[in-house]
C-alpha cells in the first residue's frame, strides 16, 4: 500500500519556524517528484515548492518565496519542508503527495497524497 504521512505541524509564533516531513511507505519515494500543497479554511489548495527525483526544487507561491526550503533524504523515503519566518497568512492545513510525471503546481498531477498536518501562525 502506498502511503505518505506528514508530520512536524502545530502552533507557531509569527516570525517562527517549522519543519514539515513526509515519510514515504510501500513504495520508493527517490522515483517520484515530491509536492508540498496548502489549503486555508475557504481559500483552494495550492502548490508551494516541489522537488523533482533529481533534487531539482521549484516554488510556485511567490507569498513563501526566500522563506519556505524543500528538501529530499532518499535514503530515509522522506521528503522535508522547511519553514521560517512564518506569517499568520500561512495558516493552513499542508499536504505533501507525490508524482511519478514530475514537478507540477495542478493537484491533479500528483496521484499519493498524505493526509495533512494543521499548521498555524497566531500569537
Known amino acids: 500500500q502506498l502511503q505518505l504521512v506528514e508530520s512536524g505541524g502545530g502552533l507557531v509564533q509569527p516570525g517562527g519556524s517549522l519543519r514539515l516531513s513526509c515519510a514515504a511507505s510501500?513504495?520508493?519515494?527517490?522515483?517520484?517528484?515530491i509536492g508540498w500543497f496548502r489549503q486555508a479554511p475557504g481559500k483552494e489548495r495550492e502548490g508551494v515548492p516541489c522537488?523533482?527525483?533529481?533534487?531539482?526544487?521549484?516554488n510556485y507561491a511567490d507569498a513563501v518565496k526566500g522563506r519556505f526550503t524543500i528538501s529530499r533524504d532518499d535514503a530515509k523515503n522522506t521528503g522535508y519542508l522547511q519553514m521560517n519566518s512564518l506569517k499568520p497568512e500561512d495558516t493552513a492545513v499542508y499536504y505533501c503527495a507525490a508524482t511519478r510525471y514530475g514537478c507540477s503546481s495542478y493537484a491533479r498531477n500528483y496521484d499519493t497524497w498524505g493526509q495533512g498536518t494543521q499548521v498555524t501562525v497566531s500569537s
Open positions: 522537488i523533482s527525483n533529481s533534487g531539482i526544487s521549484t
Open positions: 510501500g513504495f520508493t519515494l527517490g522515483n517520484y517528484a
